[in-house]
Every structure is written in structure tokens, then in C-alpha cells.
């Protein structure tokens, strides 16, 4: 007889195990959920894309603050810049309001909340013990959304080396307006961030884990903040991780086995050029939920394998040429920048990356389909500056002639 699951524990109540546990408790499974702080303020950007957004509706709908994004602009390490406006808005929440809201989803679903640190999870009876600093629970199957940090994952599978981790560090800073910024700097496979929410920005900065320190990334964000109009004023700081796996790590790591899966971070399901991992947390926990519920948490891993992993694998292949590579005879960040800035071809590839859109997939090959037209905007675009710089040369010119 296949196993019915019914007790489901959920070790983690961020976006990945809220989510499950609202699914699983809306279907009538019992779900014990486990989170030592529950709603908290996660170090995070707190970017939603369109995809996302498009995907869960309640988090558009949702009565709680967030501040909608209109324009990104983006700075390449030369210092170029450019700004455009995104056809489909970012929301930006505070981790704490979106934590917040999907708790009270899951409580409303009827799971059962539990505020404690869950310290070990042992074999009992063909099921597991969950055993906290407050009492021991039992559940006949258990979920690990216990973030990036979490060493819970290790009870079930191998550790990460550092080479899967990027490290990041910021500052909540009073303020707000409408555009997301965006800054790549030379010599880090990393970025800085701008991200504006309802009350405040949560500025920051990530590099790989084996690339520079905390602190050297810390200094390096303080002394770019007078360039985007920030200080520390009222700041408060936060330092965290980020899962960022080689292609050989996603391709091989194990996610979930008899009786237990991981979701979310805890799985290492991060974009790992960009760092997204709301929306990878919230599709993991989807996807167990739907193996859990047909009776075939089985199907959980080739769901994931046909479903999100190969762009993240995708991702993960191309992340040191992003950051470190050239293409067409120039830095990639330089060369995506100064098209961004020329090309209204190219503008709108890069707004479909922000909204989702575009995977990484095809990217390549619309790139190429679009080239030619791409290479004439943008050499029309700097024919139209060349002209306009030496009729505005010409102009004053004339002006001190007559003067
Ligand atoms: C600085 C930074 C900026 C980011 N910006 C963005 C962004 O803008 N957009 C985006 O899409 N992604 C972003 N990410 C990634 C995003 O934050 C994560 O992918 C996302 O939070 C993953 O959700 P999760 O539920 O898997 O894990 P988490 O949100 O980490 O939740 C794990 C939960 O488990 C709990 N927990 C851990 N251990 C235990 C235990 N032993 N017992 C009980 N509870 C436990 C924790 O309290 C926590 O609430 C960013 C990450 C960082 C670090």
C-alpha cells in the first residue's frame, strides 16, 4: 500500500515552507510548521518579477505594502550608465510583510504554527521524531525549507562547498522612489543593488563566497552609496548568504529521498547569476505540494527537472562569462550596457529578462536572430550623438562669434 503521508512537518516558514504548508492544508493534509522566528526581515532584496507575480496572484492582489518598480537602471563598471523604463512592473517587498503574508495564508489554510528552532530529525517508526527546544513532534513526512544557512540539510545530503555560495551584505536605508539600480563593478562576480520598498531601500552587494569578504564587500557598498544619493543615516546592516551552485552541484545534488524533500534555498534553487530565489522557493514548494497531494512525492524531482532546473543549470553555465567574459570584442557587462543604451531591440530583451520572460534558454539565440538590427540601432543611435554633439558644438560657437 503506497503511503498516505497525512502528517506533513515543515521545517522553515519562509516563502518556500509557508507556501507548501498553505497547499498541503487547503487539500486537508495535516502540516505542523516550524520557524524560529516566523515572520521575520530576511536579508533580501525583496524583488518579485512578473513572472512571479503573474504566477501567484494573491501577491498582486495582497493588501500589504510593497512599492511598485517602473525603471531599472543599470551602471557598468566603466561608470556608463543607462535607465529604461520596464513594460511590466517589479514589486518590492519588505521580507517581513511577505513573510508576514504567506504565514498567514498557511494559518488561514489551517496549518499549525510553531514558533522554535527545530534542533534534529530522526528515523522513528517508519516516520521522523522532530525534536525542538520546546518539545518533540512527530510527522510522517517532513520538508526542508530551512533556508540557505540551515545545517538541517546535511541530515540528508552532502554539504556544499563554498564554491556554491555567494556572500552578500547591505543596509536598510530610510528613503524611496520607483526605480530599481543596478551597479556592476570590475574584478567582482557580484553586484551592487538599489532596491526600492514602501519606506525604505535595501541596498546591497554579493560576490562569490571565494571572491572577496563580508567586510571588503561592505566597504565597497558604503563607499558607492553617495553615488546613488544614500547614506547611513538611520541604516541598519545585514550580512547573509546566497546559494549560487555549479552546474555539477544542481546537476548532481540530491533534493529528496524516502520520506523527506528539500525546497527553496535549503535545495540551492537560486538563480545564480542575478540571485533571484523568491520565485524558485515558491515553484519547489508548489511542485512537491502537487507529488504530495496525486501520492507520488517521487514525481517531486523530475517535476523540478522538467520544470525550472534547466535554467537554473542554464544559469549556472554562463554565470563566470557574464561577470568575467567578453563578447564582441569587450567586457559582456560593458557591450549588454552600452546596447541597452543604443538599441531599442536590445532594450526590449533586457526588459523581458527583468519581468522573467526571457530564459536564459533562448537568450542566445534571440540575441543572434535580432543582431543585425541591433548593430544598426545602435550604430544610428551613436551617429545621432556624434551629429548632435557638433551641432550643439557649432551652436556655441556661433554664440561666443556673436558675443
Ligand atoms: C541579500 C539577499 C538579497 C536577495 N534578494 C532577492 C531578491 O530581490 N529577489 C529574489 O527573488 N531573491 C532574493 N534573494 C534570495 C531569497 O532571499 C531566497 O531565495 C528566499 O528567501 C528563499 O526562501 P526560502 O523559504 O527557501 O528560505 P528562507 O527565506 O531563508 O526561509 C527559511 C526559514 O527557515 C527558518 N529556519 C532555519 N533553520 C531553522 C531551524 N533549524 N528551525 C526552525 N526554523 C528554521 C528561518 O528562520 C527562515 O524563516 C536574496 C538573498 C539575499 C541573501
Not at 498553505?22 to 495535516?30: I, S
Not at 521575520?40 to 495582497?62: H, I, N, S
Not at 531599472?72 to 511590466?88: M, Q
Request: hydrophobic share 45%.
Amino acid at each position: 500500500m503506497m503511503p498516505s503521508f497525512e502528517r506533513i512537518g515543515i521545517i522553515g516558514g519562509g516563502p518556500a515552507g509557508a507556501l507548501a504548508a498553505t497547499q498541503l492544508a487547503c487539500a486537508g493534509r495535516e502540516v505542523l510548521l516550524f520557524d524560529e522566528k516566523l515572520a521575520w526581515e530576511k536579508p533580501c532584496g525583496g524583488g518579485l518579477t512578473d513572472k512571479a507575480l503573474a504566477q501567484w496572484p494573491f501577491l498582486r492582489d495582497a493588501q500589504v505594502e510593497r512599492n511598485w518598480i517602473a525603471d531599472c537602471e543599470l551602471t557598468a563598471p566603466s561608470g556608463r550608465r543607462v535607465r529604461f523604463a520596464l513594460d511590466r512592473q517589479i514589486a518590492i517587498f519588505s521580507r517581513l510583510a511577505l513573510n508576514g503574508l504567506l504565514l498567514d495564508r498557511a494559518r488561514d489554510a489551517g496549518a499549525a504554527l510553531r514558533q522554535g528552532r527545530v534542533l534534529q530529525i530522526d528515523e522513528s517508526g517508519g516516520g521522523w521524531a522532530i525534536r525542538t527546544a520546546n518539545g518533540n513532534y512527530s510527522a510522517d513526512f517532513v520538508v526542508i525549507a530551512s533556508g540557505a544557512r540551515s545545517s538541517l540539510r546535511t541530515r540528508f545530503t552532502a554539504a556544499l562547498g563554498p564554491e556554491n555560495f555567494m556572500v552578500a551584505a547591505g543596509y536598510y536605508i530610510p528613503g524611496n522612489h520607483h526605480t530599481v539600480q543596478i551597479k556592476f563593478l570590475e574584478a567582482l562576480h557580484g553586484y551592487i543593488w538599489i532596491f526600492p520598498r514602501a519606506d525604505h531601500f535595501s541596498a546591497g552587494i554579493c560576490g562569490r563566497m571565494q571572491g572577496k569578504s563580508t567586510s571588503e564587500l561592505r566597504r565597497t557598498l558604503e563607499d558607492s552609496l553617495p553615488e546613488f544619493g544614500l547614506n547611513l543615516d538611520g541604516a541598519r546592516f545585514y550580512a547573509h548568504i546566497i546559494p549560487s551552485l555549479a552546474p555539477d552541484a544542481l546537476r548532481n545534488s540530491s533534493f529528496a529521498g524516502n520520506g523527506w524533500a528539500m525546497i527553496g534555498d535549503a535545495a540551492g534553487f537560486v538563480d545564480a547569476i542575478t540571485g533571484e530565489g523568491l520565485y524558485y522557493a515558491l515553484r519547489s514548494a508548489e511542485l512537491l505540494s502537487e507529488a504530495l497531494l496525486a501520492g507520488a512525492p517521487e514525481q517531486y524531482s523530475p517535476l523540478v527537472k522538467k520544470d525550472f532546473l534547466p535554467e537554473l543549470e542554464h544559469a549556472a553555465r554562463i554565470a563566470n562569462r557574464f561577470y568575467g567574459g567578453e563578447w564582441m570584442g569587450g567586457s559582456v557587462l560593458e557591450r549588454m550596457i552600452k546596447l541597452t543604451q543604443r538599441s531599442a531591440s536590445f532594450r526590449e530583451i533586457m526588459r523581458d529578462l527583468f519581468s522573467g520572460a526571457q530564459e536564459y534558454s533562448d537568450l542566445r539565440q534571440r540575441v543572434y536572430e535580432k543582431l543585425p538590427r541591433i548593430a544598426m540601432e545602435a550604430v544610428m543611435s551613436k551617429l545621432w550623438t556624434t551629429l548632435g554633439r557638433r551641432v550643439a558644438g557649432r551652436q556655441s560657437n556661433l554664440g561666443s562669434l556673436e558675443a
